[in-house]
């Protein structure tokens, strides 16, 4: 496709990130189509800039000037689904949530949820290594993928991997591909391994508390215990206040904090109990707990509204950094601390579990480009996640938005083994160039 | 050290292949030591053949004419634990076995458990990603890598990945120098992932079966009824009667497998219950159960003898393809069938439940290297392997030993790749030359 208007569409992701002017943008249905591409961006001098669904949180499918964008939604096949091996080979364009339902056909299921996946692509989702609400129990998208179809930027095809649960023939060129952002390949075919799916619906808990410190320390206890939850997710004030205002959840004066835990565990009522036992002996002011699908969905739908209840709020720039997990209740203060120094509005999820954080800071919508006040408290938040052994980014990836902050965390000689790889797999520099590293 | 005798020991690893004569060998006890070594062997150009225990079944540790060797043995700190974040922090030379005891004191484990985890290092178990009778529930080394530090070819220090349990950014280093066998830089510390230990002794079965067909069904069972074993191991025929002969086990003339199977979950005599079920409908001729601790060292025991008994038998290749799970019945009849046709004693033992099988081939005492219809075996049975799915290697690596059959597996582009990144971290070429790639 060439008209521009059109392309304009498949040239951005979910980021304010304005894009260039693409030469054209290319609907791959076939391994051959992106073979073609790359082989002519090759030898052309073309940048190619690989996309799934546009779901990304950092700006890693940003079109520049002059780029073909390759899409690779159109390739929704799953190709395979092998219940004896609980494996799946799959097109990148398959929607992440239609092959976790396809497994549970089989009683398996696709374990990576991105918050995205009723919309989120495979594709997309191994190009970040994504994460979601169940890696605190199974893992991230790299814990689920075997092996890899991939088109080299010279148009060479290969293979990375295997059908097999373990194999260490060679270098780990499914890990390596897997969460670098296009930069070195463009996945035509994944082989992911699928889970048992529970046998029943899970226990959930959801609890209210008067402070932060003390829904951090719960975690911390309920980590200890060995519980095991198969989700644990921390929802702020800020962010409780944008969910009560769009949808009344009659949310109290003194409520300064929510936890919602699940186990899907065989014994996940005596979990939930348990943990439900652990938030209340630090300090809990109110524990809801049920086992019904319905209720559960209740409990579950309060964090699933807290993405869209911040975008009526204003503008978002949706952050991602991750800490041990004993930091995490230092961390939200930290965060807390520069909303107030800077006058910015952030909103703070967490998945608890992994001790990963998603502050929202919210500016005015239709701002092109955060104020310089948000740059300042996204700074701040970076800097102190880092000082206590943290991650600029726990799932999201790096994209245009954190290179400014990578050299930070990585240092000048990861850097110099980061663009040395890169050269390895392309040396035009065609592939997504001025992303991930 | 320099004197040639001693330096000897330090040049072989567990395999037959002889080792050249090496310059001298240097016992690391720092990261500057390490520095200090590459420094000199990159002025020098100087190859440098890094080491553990030498516990390696691949030749990984070999070193060769001209050659450094360059050992870590000695750097046994274990430099953190951290029960609030899960996470120890460890030299290399820490004993596998040592730092699962370390973090059991905190009700914690060290999952990773190769069967050699009682005389084998974490640097050795990172260096070839080793796998383990527990993989099957809680993955591999590198599932329990967090991040590195490294020394690479020049000297340069790096530190890889981080101290949080999720992350993205930039490539995956830590992954991709795991498995490495020391040919892309030196680990000198890694961040490890621990578990919570079980909170009570496991659940165990012992079934033997009539036949492999029926022992394969019943592995194909309990993995499709979600029963989730922490260990399932499979000991064939050849092996069973190695064992018997060493010690009495009361080996049945019908006994054709035994299939041994633990759960540690808290529900795992329900687990194990499900599984002996399992294997009866599936044929056993005989099953017991137990969970006492001194009963399940019995039953474990039996396959903890596995290698001590096939070694009175002659001299050993351990080989370790790894299989699609559903083609391991396919894998031992074939296996069976190479023993057969070229005369070859082979006794098989399969980490079942990831596929992934040791066929043992036997060979005289005292013979320096396998005869060829050893070799002629093992051609048959890797070839056999690859056709359904599988790999040369599910844990123990490339190392020497199967460097003749990477093309077969990998191919061209992925060679290229290889040497690719190779030259990228060690343009010289002198970290553990001619091993892995």
Same mark, same amino acid.
């Given at each position: 496709?060439?008209?521009?208007?059109?392309?304009?569409?498949?040239?951005?992701?979910?980021?304010?990130?304005?894009?260039?002017?693409?030469? #054209?943008?290319? %609907?791959?249905?076939?391994?051959?189509?992106? /073979?073609? =591409? @790359?082989?002519?961006? &090759? *030898?052309?001098? $073309?940048?190619?800039?690989?996309?799934?669904?546009?779901?990304?949180?950092?700006?890693?499918?940003?079109?520049?000037?002059?780029?073909?964008?390759?899409?690779?939604?159109?390739?929704?096949?799953?190709?395979?689904?092998?219940?004896?091996?609980?494996?799946?080979?799959?097109?990148?364009?398959?929607?992440?949530?239609?092959?976790?339902?396809?497994?549970?056909?089989?009683?398996?299921?696709?374990?990576?949820?991105?918050?995205?996946?009723?919309?989120?692509?495979?594709?997309?989702?191994?190009?970040?290594?994504?994460?979601?609400?169940?890696?605190?129990?199974?893992?991230?998208?790299?814990?689920?993928?075997?092996?890899?179809?991939?088109?080299?930027?010279?148009?060479?095809?290969?293979?990375?991997?295997?059908?097999?649960?373990?194999?260490?023939? #060679?270098?780990? %060129?499914?890990?390596?591909?897997?969460?670098? /952002?296009? =930069? @070195?390949?463009?996945? &035509? *075919?994944?082989? $992911?391994?699928?889970?048992?799916?529970?046998?029943?619906?899970?226990?959930?808990?959801?609890?209210?508390?008067?402070?932060?410190?003390?829904?951090?320390?719960?975690?911390?206890?309920?980590?200890?215990?060995?519980?095991?939850?198969?989700?644990?997710?921390?929802?702020?004030?800020?962010?409780?206040?944008?969910?009560?205002?769009?949808?009344?959840?009659?949310?109290?004066?003194?409520?300064?904090?929510?936890?919602?835990?699940?186990?899907?565990?065989?014994?996940?009522?005596?979990?939930?109990?348990?943990?439900?036992?652990?938030?209340?002996?630090?300090?809990?002011?109110?524990?809801?707990?049920?086992?019904?699908?319905?209720?559960?969905?209740?409990?579950?739908?309060?964090?699933?509204?807290?993405?869209?209840?911040?975008?009526?709020?204003?503008?978002?720039?949706?952050?991602?950094?991750?800490?041990?997990?004993?930091?995490?209740?230092?961390?939200?203060?930290?965060?807390?601390?520069?909303?107030?120094?800077?006058?910015?509005?952030?909103?703070?999820?967490?998945?608890?579990?992994?001790?990963?954080?998603?502050?929202?800071?919210?500016?005015?919508?239709?701002?092109?480009?955060?104020?310089?006040?948000?740059?300042?408290?996204?700074?701040?938040?970076?800097?102190?996640?880092?000082?206590?052994?943290?991650?600029?980014?726990?799932?999201?990836?790096?994209?245009?938005?954190?290179?400014?902050?990578?050299?930070?965390?990585?240092?000048?000689?990861?850097?110099?083994?980061?663009?040395?790889?890169?050269?390895?797999?392309?040396?035009?520099?065609?592939?997504?160039?001025?992303?991930?590293?």
């Amino acid at each position: 496709m060439t008209d521009s208007d059109v392309i304009d569409s498949y040239a951005r992701d979910r980021t304010f990130v304005e894009p260039g002017k693409p030469l #054209g943008a290319v %609907l791959a249905t076939s391994r051959e189509d992106v /073979e073609t =591409t @790359l082989r002519w961006a &090759t *030898e052309n001098r $073309v940048p190619v800039v690989p996309r799934g669904a546009g779901t990304g949180l950092a700006g890693g499918a940003t079109a520049g000037d002059g780029s073909i964008v390759l899409s690779l939604a159109k390739m929704t096949a799953i190709r395979e689904l092998s219940p004896a091996d609980e494996i799946a080979v799959v097109e990148p364009g398959v929607i992440t949530a239609d092959l976790d339902r396809a497994a549970r056909e089989h009683g398996l299921m696709y374990a990576p949820d991105p918050s995205s996946y009723e919309i989120s692509t495979i594709g997309g989702n191994l190009a970040t290594n994504a994460g979601g609400l169940r890696c605190v129990k199974y893992g991230v998208t790299r814990d689920s993928v075997l092996g890899l179809e991939v088109v080299l930027a010279d148009g060479r095809v290969v293979n990375t991997g295997r059908r097999t649960l373990k194999g260490v023939t #060679g270098y780990d %060129l499914t890990g390596l591909l897997v969460g670098s /952002e296009g =930069t @070195l390949g463009v996945i &035509t *075919e994944a082989t $992911v391994r699928l889970r048992r799916a529970p046998q029943r619906p899970p226990a959930t808990f959801a609890a209210e508390f008067g402070s932060l410190r003390e829904a951090g320390a719960a975690v911390s206890a309920i980590v200890a215990a060995g519980c095991q939850p198969s989700l644990m997710e921390l929802l702020d004030r800020a962010t409780l206040e944008a969910i009560d205002d769009m949808r009344n959840i009659g949310l109290e004066a003194e409520t300064m904090a929510m936890l919602i835990g699940q186990s899907d565990a065989s014994d996940g009522e005596a979990a939930v109990a348990r943990m439900e036992e652990l938030c209340t002996a630090n300090g809990a002011t109110f524990v809801a707990v049920s086992s019904s699908p319905q209720e559960t969905e209740q409990l579950i739908g309060v964090r699933r509204m807290a993405y869209e209840a911040k975008e009526r709020l204003g503008a978002c720039l949706v952050e991602d950094v991750c800490v041990p997990r004993s930091a995490l209740a230092d961390m939200i203060g930290a965060i807390e601390a520069a909303a107030v120094r800077h006058g910015v509005r952030i909103c703070t999820v967490a998945h608890a579990g992994d001790g990963n954080l998603h502050p929202v800071f919210v500016f005015e919508h239709g701002t092109v480009e955060p104020p310089p006040e948000v740059w300042a408290a996204t700074d701040e938040v970076f800097t102190h996640a880092l000082s206590l052994g943290g991650t600029l980014t726990g799932e999201h990836g790096v994209g245009v938005l954190k290179r400014r902050w990578l050299d930070m965390e990585a240092g000048p000689v990861v850097r110099d083994l980061h663009h040395s790889i890169k050269a390895a797999f392309d040396p035009l520099g065609i592939l997504n160039p001025g992303k991930a590293i």
